[in-house]
Every structure is written in structure tokens, then in C-alpha cells.
Nanobody, 115 residues
Framework: QVQLVESGGGLVQPGGSLRLSCAAS????????MSWYRQAPGKERDLVAT????????NYASSVKGRFTISRDNAKNTVYLQMNSLKAEDTAVYFC????????WGQGTQVTVSS
């Protein structure tokens, strides 16, 4: 059974930091490109960051470049999103996404940036 389980979301003040984790199981994690997406209320789901299978290449949306860092640990079947200098506009549900032989989505974790 394939599972992508996100954690680490919550309420944080502007300028603060959060680290999201996504634990994968049920598929060959090291063979899948991993991404984080986010969806704010009333908006489309947007790509935030992507990391390739080995972790050697990372790409970011322009809105988060320089503030967010995606990484992965293939030994732990986990992908991370370190989010620094958070802004109110980063408020959204964050989803983990795996792409390879098939595609899989996590259930999402809420991130709220507010004072």
C-alpha cells in the first residue's frame, strides 16, 4: 500500500521557519522524483519545489527561491521542505508528490503564517 504522509505543518509568525517532512512507503522511493506543491484557499495547486532521485538537482518556484530548501534522504524514504522567512502568502495546504513509474499524492499538511 502506497503512502505519503506529510507532517510538520502548523501556525507560525511571519519571518518564522517550519520544516515539513513527507514519509514514503509502498514504492521504490529512490527511483521517484519528489516534489512539494501547495494550494491556498480558492486557488490552484502550485508547484513549490522538486528534487531529483539522487538529490543532485533541485528546482524552486520563483516565489520561494532563496527561502525554501527541498532535500531528501533515500535511506529514510523521506523528503523535506525547510521553509524560512515565511510570509503570509505562504499560507496553504502543502502536499507531497511522487513521480516515477506512477504518481502519488500525500494528504497534505496545513501551514498558516499569521501574527
Amino acid at each position: 500500500q502506497v503512502q505519503l504522509v506529510e507532517s510538520g505543518g502548523g501556525l507560525v509568525q511571519p519571518g518564522g521557519s517550519l520544516r515539513l517532512s513527507c514519509a514514503a512507503s509502498g514504492f521504490t522511493f529512490r527511483s521517484y522524483t519528489m516534489s512539494w506543491y501547495r494550494q491556498a484557499p480558492g486557488k490552484e495547486r502550485d508547484l513549490v519545489a522538486t528534487v531529483t532521485t539522487s538529490g543532485g538537482t533541485r528546482n524552486y518556484a520563483s516565489s520561494v527561491k532563496g527561502r525554501f530548501t527541498i532535500s531528501r534522504d533515500n535511506a529514510k524514504n523521506t523528503v523535506y521542505l525547510q521553509m524560512n522567512s515565511l510570509k503570509a502568502e505562504d499560507t496553504a495546504v502543502y502536499f507531497c508528490y511522487a513521480a516515477g513509474w506512477s504518481v502519488y499524492w500525500g494528504q497534505g499538511t496545513q501551514v498558516t503564517v499569521s501574527s
